[in-house]
């Protein structure tokens, strides 16, 4: 509706004049304002000229519309690029992250995730074949817990598990949520803990405590600076993308970013 908005606006000072024609006599002078300021008789022609333009040409608008969502989405572009920039190397290098992978890696996948996401759970074969196929992959997975009490609960003992865990046990504890059939809540996220020998009266004191807090805080910020709306995200060189893409798209992406720096040669 805004842009709609916009459009009967820049219409409407088109069509100004000639309503202004049909209903102001000549010899009376324009009002020495900055904008002008319209009768009720003046407003409803003007507004009749631009509904009877608008229900001619219905392709105006729809252009309009398109116009408006690219230029939305360059806006967009832009202010990610310079929020990855900005942000690179707490993305790669903060000790808050989980990392899976090689830990040297040559590039590095961000994926910003939820338990409770079904796409994020269909990513994860994805990330899987991923590092199995390329030993030089670094993977950064972050917990952005955006749907609702339970995904916070089991990113906060998912985190603590950190405080337990290797980097290569806690992908498998990653794995063993994401692979949960039903909601991962906390009470999950314990049994998974007590599967894998954790303390877990020290889990849940360590969940609340303020390493988890500052991970999730840490999280959280980043993703509000790229404009993340949901999960899964992924970040590789200076490319966001978004959704559970299949592993191919990811592939090439790591493959530009090694050629070239960019994530598009």
Partial sequence: MPLLRSLLSTAVLFGASAALAQTTPQDTPAPATSAPVFSDTQRQAIEAIVKDYLVKNPDVL???IAEGEKRAQETQKLAQAAALKESREA??????????????????????FDYNCGYCRKALGDIQALIKGDPKLKVVLRDFPVLGAESLEASKLALAAKQQLKADKMFDFHVKLLETKGRVTGERALAVAKEMGLDTARLAKDAQGPEVKAALSEN?????????SGTPAFI???????????VDPIRK???DVR??????C
Avoid at 220 to 228: E, F
Avoid at 237 to 242: A, F, H, L, R, T
């Fill in 91 to 112: 993305l790669h290098n903060s000790p808050h992250g989980v990392v899976a992978g090689n830990p040297t890696g040559d590039v590095t996948l961000v994926e910003f």
């Fill in 253 to 255: 992406t790591i493959g």
């Fill in 259 to 264: 050629q070239c720096g960019h994530a598009n």
């Fill in 220 to 228: 959280m910020t980043l993703g509000d600076k790229l404009g993340l």
């Fill in 236 to 246: 590789i060189g200076d490319e966001v993308i978004p959704g559970a893409v299949g």
């Fill in 62 to 64: 729809q252009e309009a």
